[in-house]
């Protein structure tokens, strides 16, 4: 398997610019997470999808993101409007059943 | 509420020497325990977890990590540290029947030659 696939791997964008990050989980996995990682704040979980639902999006900051499932092996993480504050690593990860997720290798975020 | 702590932000060990980072948790019952390690500009890879049962559990790299309940307690441990070692650390916890982690705030690892 070719694990967690993310892309873009660096992005660059402008304050105000629609912001799309994507995430391939491992085949059969079906929980999907995504964590955003800066240095103040270290790694926060968004939010969290179960078998393609949303389960907690406690964590999502503010409604500039939104997050989206629509089938088993695609998710997206957006932001619109983005913001310099914004600027952090994204990653995505996935699990079974069992605790303990894998992890991709991250999009790092720049706005400017 | 439920949290994780490295008390250790920095650690710097010699080549060869033994290391042991430290990581406490808060919560009311027994959680799953992760140590997962990022080197840079790498995701995250996970090293071992703790469910359930022997409390000393054996992980990839030549890892460890023991759990001990009385101190709340998973510390991680490596007899031999090498250079390839250096990166960074991260402890984390999920609460049972729930998948999601909770991160520690991470210990950075440097070795010296």
């Known amino acids: 398997d070719a694990g967690v696939i993310q892309s873009p791997r660096h992005e660059v964008t402008e304050m105000g610019q629609e912001v799309t990050l994507r995430c391939k989980p491992i085949?059969?996995?079906?929980?999907l997470f995504w964590y955003r990682q800066t240095m103040m704040r270290g790694l926060e979980l968004l939010i969290y999808?179960?078998?393609?639902?949303?389960?907690?999006d406690s964590g999502m900051p503010e409604d500039r993101f939104s997050a989206k499932m629509p089938n088993a092996s695609f998710s997206t993480l957006k932001i619109q409007p983005s913001e310099p504050r914004d600027s952090a690593v994204y990653f995505c990860?996935?699990?079974?059943?069992?605790?303990?997720?894998?992890f991709g290798q991250g999009t790092r975020l720049t706005v400017v | 509420a439920q949290s994780v702590t490295q008390p250790d932000i920095h650690i710097t060990v010699s080549e060869g020497a033994s290391l042991e980072l430290r990581c406490n948790y808060s919560y009311g019952a027994t959680p799953y325990l992760f140590w997962y390690v990022q080197s840079p500009g790498q995701g995250l890879q996970l090293l071992l977890k703790?469910?359930?049962?022997?409390?000393l559990v054996q992980g990839i790299k030549g890892f460890e990590a023991e759990f001990k309940r009385s101190q709340s307690s998973f510390n991680l441990r490596k007899p031999s540290v090498h250079w390839s070692d250096a990166a960074e650390y991260f402890c984390?916890?999920?609460?049972?029947?729930?998948?999601?982690?909770?991160f520690g705030a991470g210990t950075r690892l440097a070795v010296h030659p």
């Open positions: 984390a916890f999920s609460s049972g029947g729930y998948n999601k982690l909770i």
């Open positions: 085949s059969g996995h079906d929980y």
């Open positions: 999808f179960n078998n393609n639902v949303p389960i907690d």
């Open positions: 703790y469910f359930s049962g022997d409390t």
């Open positions: 990860a996935s699990s079974s059943g069992t605790p303990g997720a894998f």
